[in-house]
Structures are given as C-alpha cells and as structure tokens.
C-alpha cells in the first residue's frame, strides 16, 4: 500500500539515539513506553562508563550550569511537533523568483519546522534576543508539564492571547526563564549550521555571562570565537548612577572550530601607513618587528654588533627571538633594520607582501566609527519609513554588514535571524550583495508581538513588530535599487554597470499554523455521527492546494524557496518542483492519465491527497504504475 506521510517534524530523541548507537552499540537497551510497546533507549549508567577513564559508581558533582526547567527544556527541543507554514503571496515580494524567506511566528516553533529542509545549510546565524533587563518580554514557558500536556497546548495562546509575558526581577524564575528561551532555541538552531557555520548573538551585562555558559554547553566551549565588544554609544550618560555602559557585547561561537574560517577586514590606508622602504629594498614596503622576547633562552643570549660598531645587549630580563645563528642568517639577507644612522637598537624587518593572510585580522572590539552606533542604526529606520514608524533598538547596518564579513560568508549562502526585529540583518544582506555581487540569501523570523498603541509605529498603522519588518524589507530593497540606478549613470571609464535583474531584494512571506491534517486521533466515546462525516476528508476545510504544498516541501526536507512550475495536465492541476524534485496533485478527482505524463518526467517524489482515490484499489494501481514506467519515482499520499 502507498506510504502515508507523517507531516510532522522530526523526533530528535529518536534521531540522537541512533547517532549515540552508531557510536556505542552496547549502550542501546530496549524498554516499553507509556503504551507498552518495546522501543530503543539508551543506558545512561553503560554510557557515562563508556565515557570515564574511571569506574563510575554515581552522579559525583561536576563543573555545570543548571537551573529549574533546564531537563524540560532538553525535552521540549526534542518532541516533534505538527505545526507547519502557510504561504502568505499578499504580503511577499517577487514570490516567484525569490529565494529569500520571512516567517511570522514563534521562532522556537518556526526553527523546529525548519530543521529537516536546512539541516547543516547555513552559513551563519545572528540574533538580537531579549537582555533580561527586568522590563523585557520572553516567550511564556510552563516547564510543569508534562510532554503530553505539552503537546496538546502547542498552537495556543495565554489568557491575554499572546506568548510573551514580561520577565520581572521580581518572578522567582528570573534567570531560569530566560535561559530555559534561550536553551531550547540554541539546541535547535545549532543543527541547522554548516560545519564551518557561526553564530553571533548580541547581549549586555545582565545575561552575558550565562548566555557564555550554555553556548558552552550547546556548542562546546571549544568553539567559542570571541565575545566581542561593540562600542553603542558615542557619548556618556552624565546621569547614570555608578557608571555610563557604552557598550554590549556579541558573542561569537563556530559550530566546528577546525573547520570555520573568519573573515579578515579590508586593509585600510591607515594600517598600511605603517609600512615603509626607507632603504629601498627590492621586495617592497616593511615595518620593523621587536627583536627581543621575555621568555629567556639562553641560546639566544648575545651581544648584537651595529653597522657603526656599537654593541648592544638584550633589555634586562628578556633575550633575542633568535639564536645567533638564525640572526646573521637574517642579516645576511639584509632582513635586521639598525635604523637611518645604523646605530639603533636592531629590529627584524616584516613586509607586507609576504605576510600570512590576506587582509587584516579582525579585533574584539567594534569601534563605533567602523560599525555605526545605536542612535545610527535608529536613524537609519527613521529614515527609511519617512520620520514614522519608529523601532526601538535597531541595530545599525554597518555592524551587520561587518558580522557578515567576520563569518566570511561567500556569495550563495544563507543567513538566519530568528529574533529579527525591524530586519536589519535582511537590510545588511541585501546591500552586501549590492556591493559585491553576490546571492546571499535570508531567513527572518519574527513573531507578531503587538506594537505598544502609544507607541510611533502603531500611530502610524503598524499593529505588529512583523508589520514593520517586513516593511522595513520593502523600502530597503527600493533604496538599494535607486542607489544602484545612480552609480550606474555615473559610472567612470572602465567600469562595469551593475546588473539590476541579478539583485534579489524580495522575500516569500509564511506564516506558522497548525497541520493541514485534522485531528483524527479521537476516543471512540468521543465520536458521534457529525464527527464522522467531517473526517470523510483528513484534510481541514481552510487549507489550499499551497499550503499542502509547503507542508509536503518541509516534510520531505525540501527549501522552500525551490522553484515552483504550475501546470495543467488534463483537468489537473500539477505542482512541479525544480523540474523534478517533486510532482504533487491535490485534487480530489485525479485523472489516471495524468500519471503516465508524470511518469515521464522521472520525478523523485510524487504525492497525492488520500482523497484523490476512492479505494485502496486504486491507489495500489497507481503505486504499479510507477514501478512499471518511473521505478525510482516514490509515491505517497497525505
């Protein structure tokens, strides 16, 4: 019989114990669930011993961050759940052609959702979560339930309709709810990275020190990058009480350390000011090197004649970089500098043109002259939206754009933010490939937390913070086209005008619901003779053709910026995926014709609706005649 799909994401428990298996087979055990059935599980006592170099007799006090809700926020990352996107064409921009995405919804819900389709195919990851500063909103999290109570609760809202509440200093859960939001996430987001993937998070003083902990602990403290400093403001507060913070930080993890690496900066006219050729050696400009060194080495003790005959000794305490020998090998090769009179202390000579990397090496700390400064970045959406709409917070293109550099990302990748906000990350995106050409593309994840009603953009229409993001998207995507427009009418000889059709500066718009599928899962007590005809069709009333589509695309792992052909064949209508990725038909009457056009096509996947065949019959029919005409074509229904 054909294979029914699951529509669901995947189970992380069950997928994490096959990795541990496949490691360790002996650890694998087998134990009966809440039904009774037998399935795989693994002996923790067997694994920590697989584990220690030491017999391991009990759970002995080791060096860890824990916190009220820690287990049960493991667990909730874990559990599959059946939420799914909808398509949102009203609201997109170039639905067709674009392979940028921005999704409305929870992002906990939006990352679950997701981790099939981008597993492992991000590039690089930024957001700009919640600080914990006693007035912000998180996401609401009742870490008492149960995993079933967990489950049924999935899609629903709190009392006042919303999933955020404010996070006090005065909830006993101060910390333990902030890090619980945060835990879940990491989890999830950190599978989606590539292997030499990154992921930057800003943050300031409140949480920094936890978020160092259990980024160490979701991605393994070997991975920590840096904790960067970004200079905010460009002057003090007179008023604050101890001391004017004119800083946060973001903080930087790799997903595996050995395989990313970090993208070096411009060489600026100032660094390269440096190097010189005042003795006009053949092989370029230099800048001269200390030659001694603290770590005393004994070899490397001795006196240094000068070409004017003075002898020079190494500065107490501290000795020569190099041996004697090592040192009239570089004199020799006119490499040591006694300064203009031949008479200085002697330093080793560093050209430019032979150092190791290309470019500069990036520092810890973001000047706000380089990156911009948070009264930049606000007025950067002033400006955009006219004097109105005003976001509270928005970071500045320019420090996006120079995160974007440090996580080297090349011209095809993909970059999500999963507390995007007013869409800077997507502004910065968008202009990087403006600049260079590139193809980069975005993930905005935003959930549509209601504009405060006194606040400037809810005077000036905007409901919700998705509202002005996307927006936000909108007009810079114009911007960047005009300015393009401009260069290219003023271009110098030689250069090259910019391809306009080439820049992507749309975005498909989706928006977290629950499953297509209705509820079937009821208790016979339950049902009456209503309920049986409404379920004649497992598909829920309000569900378009697109909508069956995403959750097919999400389900089999597919992108969903994939090209979409839509075509007729007989009186049917046909979705065909990336020439043939896909082919899905959710009519209820399937014309039987249509399977050998199909068929022809060689898809790797063909999905139908169950309610497409009156009988197992003819379904079957239809399996056969793939075999018969496309063998490596799977079928399957929904």
């Known amino acids: 019989m054909m294979e029914k799909m699951k529509m669901s994401t995947p189970d992380l428990t069950d997928m994490n114990i096959a990795k541990i298996g496949a490691l360790f087979p002996n650890v694998i055990t087998e134990i009966r669930d809440e039904n009774g059935d037998i399935k795989k599980a693994v002996d923790f006592d067997l694994l920590r011993q697989v584990l220690s170099k030491s017999l391991v007799e009990d759970e002995n006090e080791r060096y860890r961050l824990d916190w009220p809700g820690k287990k049960a926020s493991l667990l909730k990352a874990n559990t599959p759940i059946t939420k799914t996107l909808r398509p949102c064409r009203e609201e997109s921009v170039n639905f067709e052609t674009t392979e940028n995405l921005y999704i409305e919804g929870d992002n906990f819900e939006v990352l679950k959702i997701l981790q099939e389709s981008y597993l492992g195919k991000i590039k690089m990851i930024y957001i700009d979560p919640p600080y914990n500063t006693g007035n912000d909103f998180i996401y609401r999290d009742n870490f008492s ?10 899609g629903l809202t709190d009392e006042e309709g919303g999933k955020l509440f404010r996070n006090t200093d005065a ?46 602990d979701v991605f393994g403290e070997e991975n920590f990058i840096a904790n960067l400093i970004w200079e905010r403001a460009y002057a003090p507060k007179n008023d604050a009480k101890y001391v004017s913070n004119s800083h946060d930080y973001i903080v930087v993890y790799s997903k595996m350390i050995e395989s990313f690496i970090i993208g070096r900066l411009e060489r600026t006219e100032e660094a390269d000011a440096r190097y010189r050729n005042p003795d006009n050696d053949p092989r370029g400009v230099w800048k001269p ?24 000794e190494p500065p107490a305490g501290r000795c020569w970089s190099l041996s004697k020998k090592a040192f009239f090998e570089r004199l020799s090769d006119n490499r040591i500098w006694f300064g203009p009179d031949g008479n200085s202390v002697p330093s080793i000579k560093r050209f430019l043109t032979e150092l190791k990397f290309e470019g500069m090496a990036p520092t810890s700390i973001l000047f706000y002259r380089e990156v911009g400064h948070s009264q930049e970045g606000a007025k950067e959406v002033v400006s955009l939206f006219e ?20 996580a080297n990302t090349q011209p095809n990748d993909t970059i999500v933010d999963f507390f ?23 993930i905005m994840v ?60 749309g975005f498909r718009v989706y928006k977290t619901d629950t ?5 079937v899962f009821y208790h016979p007590s339950e049902l009456d003779q209503g309920m049986l005809y409404s379920l004649e069709s497992n ?100």
């Open 289 to 312: 090197s200390d030659l001694s060194v603290k770590t005393y080495n004994a070899e490397c003790d001795y006196l240094i004649t000068t070409p004017s005959g003075r002898k020079i």
């Open 446 to 505: 935003q959930l549509p937390e209601p504009c405060d009603e006194n606040s400037e953009a809810f005077k000036a229409g905007y409901k919700n913070i998705a509202e002005i993001g996307k927006e936000r998207i909108r007009r810079a995507g114009k911007k960047i086209v005009e300015e393009l427009k401009k260069k290219n009418q003023q271009l110098e000889l030689g250069e090259e005008p910019v391809d306009l059709n080439k820049l992507d500066i």
């Open 539 to 638: 598909i829920k009333e309000d569900r378009t053709p697109e909508d069956l589509l995403t959750q097919v695309l999400l389900d089999l792992g597919l992108e969903l910026t994939l090209p979409i052909e839509t075509k007729q064949m007989f009186s049917n209508t046909v979705y065909i995926v990336q020439t043939n990725a896909l082919i899905a038909c959710f009519d209820e009457n399937v014309d039987f014709r249509i399977v050998d056009q199909i068929a022809d096509l060689k898809p790797l996947r063909v999905v139908f609706k169950d309610a497409s065949f009156i009988n197992d019959k003819d379904r079957i029919n239809v399996e056969e005649r793939f075999k018969r005409l496309s063998p490596e074509t799977k079928a399957t229904v929904i």
């Open 515 to 519: 499953s297509n599928l209705k509820d």
């Open 420 to 442: 995007s906000g007013s869409s800077t990350t997507a502004h910065a995106v968008m202009q990087l490939n403006a600049e260079d050409g590139g193809n980069r593309k975005f």
């Open 145 to 154: 339930k149960n995993k079933d109570e967990y489950e049924q609760d999935l």
């Open 171 to 216: 909830n006993g859960r101060y910390h333990s709810d902030w890090l619980s939001m945060m835990y879940e996430r990491l989890v999830v987001a950190r599978d989606l990275l590539k292997d030499d993937g990154v992921i930057f998070i800003s943050i300031d003083d409140n949480e920094v020190h936890n978020l160092r902990k259990i980024c160490d």
């Open 387 to 406: 004097g109105k709409g005003h976001f509270d917070g928005p970071k500045p293109v320019r420090l996006l754009s120079r995160l974007l550099t440090l």
